[in-house]
């Protein structure tokens, strides 16, 4: 009898600390600057929701993406590091927000971090580059699932002898981005010049004739006009 009253208090004990574990992950995640990945967070459990129960598509936010101005820039960059045109933008997104979601609520455990406060916000930044690199690695082995299902089958079809246009400078054999415009969200795909000595400028139109299905590239021609 006496022991089992002992295991039952072991029992409330530790699922007391548990509701006080819970409680303070809750208080760290709303305190100050966390509530920047915190908020983020919730904006992809609510469209996984929404998608889980068929209210939307799963391409629903899928969105068409605008390089800007500079496509050299930081932006565009990531963008190929995170392989935006191999895997769906809502799937690499949603990966990216919850590790930065949980190195964020891991910076509470630093001793010389005040939550929500000032220095925690500025170690957001390496949170979210750290999250960069791991959201990077941890896609890789998606590719070789999204590589041979329908929708990547479905995205050939809609890409292979389409017209496309440039999101950035496409010349000296470098590779560059484009859209294949649609209903919906438009196709973003890796693209290279079929021949090196032909160039094309940011919203030139293209003509895709090829695919390295290795490299998961697509080969451009000039419009003949």
């Known amino acids: 009898m006496c022991c089992k009253k002992i295991k039952n208090l ?3 004990t530790s699922f007391i600390g548990k509701g006080v574990v819970i409680t303070e992950l809750l208080k760290n995640a709303v305190t100050g600057v966390n509530i920047i990945p ?53 799937l690499i997104i949603s990966i990216f927000i919850l590790n930065f979601w949980i190195i964020s609520m891991l910076i509470y455990y630093l001793p010389f971090v005040a939550v929500g406060g000032l220095l925690n916000g500025i170690l957001l930044i390496p949170a979210m580059i750290i999250s960069i690199f791991l959201t ?13 299902s329908n929708m ?44 090196e000595e032909e160039s094309f400028n940011k919203d030139e139109a293209a003509f895709v004739s090829r695919k390295d299905t290795n490299k998961d590239i697509y080969y451009i021609v000039k419009l003949d006009l």
């Open 38 to 90: 915190t908020a983020l967070l919730g904006v992809v459990l609510l469209y996984w929701i929404i998608v889980i129960i068929g209210a939307f598509d799963f391409d629903f936010l899928d969105v068409d993406i605008d390089i800007g101005a500079d496509n050299s820039g930081p932006f565009y960059a990531i963008l190929a590091f995170l392989n935006v045109g191999e895997l769906p933008f809502m």
């Open 152 to 195: 990547q089958d479905n995205k050939d079809k809609q890409v292979l002898e389409q017209l496309c246009i440039l999101m950035c400078d496409v010349k000296d054999g470098r590779l560059g981005q484009a859209k294949i415009k649609r209903d919906g969200a438009s196709i973003i795909i890796n693209v290279k010049s079929e021949y």
């Open 136 to 148: 990077k690695y941890e896609t890789i082995p998606l590719k070789g699932i999204f590589k041979y």
């Open 10 to 12: 072991v029992m409330i």
